[in-house]
């Protein structure tokens, strides 16, 4: 009884929710701004360019990432759209290519930095991160020491683990310190991998989290499990952006939804659906199979693949319109940790 009172608790909130949408924050995650490197993790210098120019032109507010992270967890923005653009590696054309056309477009923006890189061929050196970062506009945050894959192997022990993560953790914070001088609680995770555990160690240390699936972030939103939307030329195109800018959170509690490490194939994905959105309007995709059927019993929504994924990380996405042209954006990423690591 007290769980079924709960969760038309729950339901009911959600009702309100869908009836009062308010903007929300869209990160926006790059990797190389390049013509010439790897596709999968690349935008072009002119696409990139027109990205900016679209967000200009659409007059949305870009913030810094931390700031506008906690207003919308705390649902302060109200109508208001807010963009928060990220890097993941602190490439070299990130200096050459990126920072210069932010600057001419007075567009904050935050670079997630695996430490032990910063130096090597294609990446950029300790003196341009810190002439980057002596601007106001510009954040350095921690994405490992190392870009390993921190979810728990298999194979690996919880001990080992642990003093793997921790060190990966702790020690970029602390080099990012004594290079630096920042300490920003702040962690993107490498490739987009994360599980409870290493979420555990996050919220641990007050940090926020952010993945690589995509939507936006609102007040549904999680800390450590927070979405960006990939910018890769295969992702990033004109054509789709405007949607993707003006995404709002799909308001169902983001902690509420599944690990993502993967106990069977296909999984099963469950979320309220709320009184004021229609199951007849709600559409979602499975990574490499299209659109998907669903399921909705009793207020929730029952979402499986017809075939089990194929790679190590595959999503499910679900939207659903929100009005104004906007749309609800739910990402669940999966990890299947018996695949190959990259």
Same mark, same amino acid.
């Given at each position: 009884?007290?769980?079924?009172?709960?969760?038309?608790?729950?339901?009911?909130?959600?009702?309100?929710?869908?009836?009062?949408?308010?903007?929300?924050?869209?990160?926006?995650?790059?990797?190389?701004?390049?013509?010439?490197?790897?596709?999968?993790?690349?935008?072009? /210098? #002119? $696409?990139?360019? !027109? @990205?900016?120019?679209?967000?200009?032109? +659409?007059?949305? *507010?870009?913030?810094?990432?931390?700031?506008?992270?906690?207003?919308?967890?705390?649902?302060?923005?109200?109508?208001?759209?807010?963009?928060?653009?990220?890097?993941?590696?602190?490439?070299?054309?990130?200096?050459?290519?990126?920072?210069?056309?932010?600057?001419?477009?007075?567009?904050?923006?935050?670079?997630?930095?695996?430490?032990?890189?910063?130096?090597?061929?294609?990446?950029?050196?300790?003196?341009?991160?810190?002439?980057?970062?002596?601007?106001?506009?510009?954040?350095?945050?921690?994405?490992?020491?190392?870009?390993?894959?921190?979810?728990?192997?298999?194979?690996?022990?919880?001990?080992?683990?642990?003093?793997?993560?921790? /060190? #990966? $953790?702790?020690? !970029? @914070?602390?080099?990012?310190?004594?290079? +630096?001088?920042? *300490?920003?609680?702040?962690?993107?995770?490498?490739?987009?991998?994360?599980?409870?555990?290493?979420?555990?160690?996050?919220?641990?240390?007050?940090?926020?989290?952010?993945?690589?699936?995509?939507?936006?972030?609102?007040?549904?939103?999680?800390?450590?499990?927070?979405?960006?939307?990939?910018?890769?030329?295969?992702?990033?195109?004109?054509?789709?952006?405007?949607?993707?800018?003006?995404?709002?959170?799909?308001?169902?509690?983001?902690?509420?939804?599944?690990?993502?490490?993967?106990?069977?194939?296909?999984?099963?994905?469950?979320?309220?659906?709320?009184?004021?959105?229609?199951?007849?309007?709600?559409?979602?995709?499975?990574?490499?199979?299209?659109?998907?059927?669903?399921?909705?019993?009793?207020?929730?929504?029952?979402?499986?693949?017809?075939?089990?994924?194929?790679?190590?990380?595959?999503?499910?996405?679900?939207?659903?319109?929100?009005?104004?042209?906007?749309?609800?954006?739910?990402?669940?990423?999966?990890?299947?940790?018996?695949?190959?690591?990259?």
């Amino acid at each position: 009884m007290i769980k079924r009172f709960t969760f038309l608790m729950m339901i009911t909130a959600l009702s309100i929710a869908g009836a009062s949408a308010k903007a929300d924050l869209v990160v926006l995650q790059y990797h190389h701004v390049d013509d010439s490197t790897p596709a999968s993790t690349s935008t072009s /210098r #002119s $696409l990139f360019k !027109a @990205q900016l120019q679209m967000i200009a032109d +659409l007059e949305l *507010e870009v913030v810094p990432l931390l700031d506008g992270t906690r207003q919308a967890l705390a649902g302060e923005l109200d109508s208001r759209h807010q963009i928060a653009i990220t890097f993941d590696d602190a490439y070299e054309s990130v200096y050459s290519a990126a920072a210069p056309l932010l600057e001419r477009f007075d567009m904050p923006y935050t670079i997630f930095v695996n430490t032990d890189a910063i130096g090597s061929r294609g990446y950029m050196t300790w003196n341009e991160l810190r002439e980057l970062g002596s601007h106001e506009s510009v954040t350095i945050a921690n994405h490992s020491t190392d870009h390993g894959h921190l979810a728990r192997k298999i194979d690996e022990s919880e001990a080992v683990w642990a003093e793997r993560v921790t /060190r #990966s $953790l702790d020690v !970029a @914070q602390k080099v990012l310190k004594e290079r +630096l001088n920042v *300490e920003e609680p702040m962690f993107a995770y490498p490739y987009g991998e994360y599980d409870e555990a290493l979420e555990a160690k996050l919220a641990e240390r007050g940090w926020y989290g952010y993945g690589q699936q995509s939507g936006a972030i609102g007040r549904w939103s999680h800390e450590t499990r927070l979405p960006r939307f990939p910018m890769a030329n295969p992702y990033g195109q004109l054509g789709s952006l405007k949607d993707k800018l003006l995404s709002k959170g799909f308001p169902a509690p983001a902690r509420d939804l599944p690990d993502g490490i993967l106990d069977k194939n296909p999984p099963l994905l469950t979320f309220p659906l709320g009184d004021k959105l229609d199951a007849n309007r709600l559409t979602c995709f499975a990574t490499g199979q299209g659109r998907i059927d669903f399921d909705v019993m009793d207020g929730v929504v029952h979402v499986q693949a017809p075939k089990a994924g194929q790679s190590r990380r595959f999503r499910y996405n679900c939207t659903h319109p929100a009005g104004q042209g906007s749309f609800y954006w739910l990402s669940q990423q999966w990890l299947d940790r018996s695949k190959p690591e990259d």
